[in-house]
């Protein structure tokens, strides 16, 4: 039974461009949440996804949105990145009845210059 | 949104009790506490998640009061493997979640 799978592992982008992430969850889960994390913090909830929705979202700005597929697979969308956006991006999969037991992948650390 | 208070880091023997307390003072009436083990470049991994009282499984025990303002994470006899940050979570009714900066656990030989 695979996990939660996250594509690519690294990434390396310039100041202005954009850039997907994607993120298949654990088998059976049906609902995703991305997370930032940067050097030395603690994860930061971005947004949650469920039936193809955002349900949830957290202080981040529009410049980062999201896609949920039918088959529960999800890609975060960054825009006109910053030096800021620099970290670990993290997805989380779960059931909505038990959002609080996530089952995280092992990142896409994204390094903008 | 539910905030928690963790100590910044811990150090501890290999084979020690190691106890980490999580203050979470606004914590929902639904709300269940969680906690997540992270290693250095993996997302969080799931502990153990209670929601009063005292909960125990085969790597941890979860001890909760009864105002549910704190929670302790016990960890039995750890090894050098148990090196990691530990995070407490508390769900605020609303899907979101507040990791905080996690307590640093070193355990030394």
């Known amino acids: 039974d695979a996990g939660v799978t996250q594509s690519p592992t690294h990434l390396i982008k310039t100041r202005g461009q954009q850039v997907t992430l994607r993120c298949s969850p654990k088998s059976g889960h049906d609902t995703v949440s991305w997370y930032q994390q940067a050097l030395g913090q603690g994860p930061q909830f971005i947004f949650q996804?469920?039936?193809?929705?955002?349900?949830q979202r957290g202080n981040f700005p529009d410049r980062f949105s999201g896609h949920q597929f039918p088959n529960y697979s999800s890609e975060l969308n960054v825009n006109a990145l910053l030096l800021g956006d620099s970290a670990l991006y993290l997805c989380a999969s779960s059931f909505r009845d038990r959002f609080e037991k996530l089952f995280f992948g092992s990142g896409t650390q994204l390094s903008v210059l | 949104l539910a905030k928690t208070t963790q100590p910044i880091s811990m150090d501890s023997y290999e084979g020690q009790e190691v106890n980490i307390t999580c203050s979470h003072n606004n914590i929902a009436t639904n709300d269940y506490i969680t906690w997540y083990q992270q290693f250095p470049s993996q997302g969080p991994r799931f502990i153990i998640q209670?929601?009063?009282t005292k909960v125990t499984n085969e790597v941890a025990s979860l001890f909760i009061p009864a105002d549910r303002k704190s929670s302790t994470l016990s960890l039995p006899r750890v090894s050098l493997s148990d090196t990691a940050v530990y995070y407490c979570?508390?769900?605020?009714?609303?899907?979101?979640?507040?990791f905080g900066t996690g307590t640093s656990l070193t355990v030394i030989p």
């Open positions: 209670g929601y009063k």
């Open positions: 996804y469920y039936e193809e929705e955002e349900r």
């Open positions: 979570l508390v769900g605020d009714g609303g899907n979101q979640f507040y």
